[in-house]
DNA sequence: TGCTAATCTGACGTTTGCGTAAAGATTGAG
DNA sequence: CTCAATCTTTACGCAAACGTCAGATTAGCA
């Protein structure tokens, strides 16, 4: 095990730069709660990352532009992944009783629905807008081309 | 003329209330450019409205919500309206000259079209986001009901 | 070991988008 | 004309989501 894709091996500048944001607003999200803060780690150290980490600031905030929830919200909204990350560590060190896996996969399952919902309707929303747009825009074109020609 | 659909019979109060929102946000909104300050008005007056208003204002919201734009940005985006407004009235006092009349369509046209792009663009990442979380949750469920089921 | 760049904590500052309160004016009904 | 409801302007307040600055600390490297 040397080429590790879960290596530890990130710094909250490298992650910022890879996510797109900076290092204030990681450290802002893992203050109110809505990234995990490094579980280990004496008050001082510097924060330590992996690219799954990217990946979970990217979610979060791919999930915040588009479905326009308040930071508040989508802590709630992305506790999935906390399930999936429990899982994983659950899964990891010794097997978990089966009615534990159960219990975990089925509240990502329902934290996946809630998402799912808001996106769908979401999308719904914007296509609605999108055609009367599109109807809009064929009304002035037609009174350009026909009037102004 | 008496069933008027156009009369300016309507208040700030019931403005709000048919949108969805408050006097203050209206306001405010006039405030900062983003709602046409009804023209002739002596500093004192009541605000008078129209049912178009209201339709703007409710456009202007649904953009906002929707777009998740910043009310700076949504003003610079809600000038095709601006250009319709202007287009009713120049052609109710008094013919517009032809060049003016494309002029106006033109530019209404072009932020239509601006409008459409950020709608379109949404919605196709929303799209993809949607099919993202759906496989997540196929993956989640069958391990469901594979082990645990 | 010493240097430099990056990071840490803490605290205050800023912008956006309104809420809210005060004091007086306007409207429309009766 | 009176009165209650609604509105007017002005101004301060506030929460969210970070930005920014300072001073100390840490990490990696020569």
Not at 60 to 73: H, I, Q
Not at 116 to 135: D, I, K, Q, T
């Amino acid at each position: 095990m040397s080429a590790a894709t879960t290596a530890a091996d990130l710094r909250i500048g490298d992650v910022a730069r890879l996510a797109g944001t900076t290092p204030r607003t990681i450290r802002y999200y893992e203050e109110i709660g809505l990234l995990p803060g490094g579980a280990g780690r004496a008050s001082g150290q510097h924060r330590l990352y992996t690219e799954a980490d990217v990946e979970r600031l990217g979610e979060v905030m791919r999930l915040k532009d588009l479905l326009g929830v308040s930071l508040d919200e989508l802590g709630r909204l992305v506790e999935a992944e906390e399930a999936r990350a429990l899982l994983r560590r659950e899964w990891h060190e010794g097997d978990p009783a089966p009615e534990r896996r159960r219990e975990i996969l089925a509240e990502a399952l329902g934290h996946i629905d809630e998402q799912l919902a808001l996106v769908r309707r979401r999308r719904e929303e914007l296509e609605s807008l999108a055609s009367e747009l599109e109807a809009r825009r064929r009304k002035v074109r037609r009174r350009l081309t026909e009037h102004g020609g």
